[in-house]
């Protein structure tokens, strides 16, 4: 599967962005799915994790309560809607895809994740 983020930019604090994960070349639907981001100068951290169907999510700590990871899998995409954006937030954001039996298990480690899209620059201003 490849995958491809988009809907990165420019946008100051309080401010909101929606990210999208387009797939391709297989159905999105085997796949377990995840946002993970990286700081200039830091590792990757895991933003938000969502199941095959969709009925389990979970949340780094420093974005609970203000990001929601979601999917259409019959459109191969997932997104992230990130409100509340702070400066903290900038990073490249990256979607990863792991291929999974289970329709409920969600992944938290990059280790985990054997496809990779290539990033979208988020930069939130203060």
């Known amino acids: 599967v490849q995958l491809q983020a988009s809907g990165g930019g420019l946008v100051q604090a309080g401010g909101s962005l929606r990210l999208s994960c387009a797939a391709s070349?297989?159905?999105?639907?085997?796949?377990?799915m995840g946002w993970f981001r990286q700081a200039s100068g830091k590792e990757r951290e895991f933003v938000a994790g969502i199941s095959r169907s969709a009925t389990n999510t979970v949340y780094g700590d420093s974005v609970k309560g203000r990001f929601t990871i979601s999917r259409d899998n019959a459109e191969n995409l997932m997104y992230l809607q990130m409100n509340n954006l702070q400066s903290e937030d900038t990073a490249v954001y990256y979607c990863a895809a792991d291929r999974h039996a289970s329709s409920f298990s969600v992944f938290r480690l990059p280790t985990q994740a054997a496809y990779w899209g290539r990033g979208t620059q988020v930069t939130v201003s203060s």
């Open positions: 070349g297989y159905p999105l639907s085997s796949f377990r």
